[in-house]
């Protein structure tokens, strides 16, 4: 049973920074790689950040040198570090395991970014 749960959202002003986790378990975490999406209303859930097992990172152009992926895979658990925040960052923020069939999600978090 895979279970992927996200935390950290929330209301904040623009420019400020949130860091949003997310717990894994019923997988060998260490071997997978795992990613972070999102999806505003209206739009279609899109790719933010990856980080493969290896550390390897790679991210969306629009949040390039704002946004931070990482992992500690002692606590099973897949990081998206979120500064210099925009109103368009608001959206519903899903982390998964990116090479897993079928494709398993956490229920998400919310981040509102807002004065």
């Known amino acids: 049973q895979v279970q992927l749960v996200e935390s950290g959202g929330g209301l904040v002003q623009p420019g400020g920074s949130l860091r949003l986790s997310c717990a894994a378990s019923?997988?060998?975490?260490?071997?997978?790689?795992m990613g972070w999406y999102r999806q505003a209303p209206g739009k279609q859930r899109e790719l933010v950040a990856g980080?493969?097992?290896?550390?390897?990172?790679n991210y969306a152009d629009s949040v390039k040198g704002r946004f931070t992926i990482s992992r500690d895979n002692a606590k099973r658990t897949v990081y998206l570090q979120m500064n210099s925040l925009k109103p368009e960052d608001t959206a519903v923020y899903y982390c998964?395991?990116?090479?897993?069939?079928?494709?398993?999600w956490g229920q998400g978090t919310q981040v509102t970014v807002s004065s």
């Open positions: 019923g997988t060998i975490f260490s071997i997978m790689d």
């Open positions: 998964t395991l990116l090479r897993a069939i079928p494709r398993y």
């Open positions: 980080i493969t097992s290896g550390g390897s990172t």
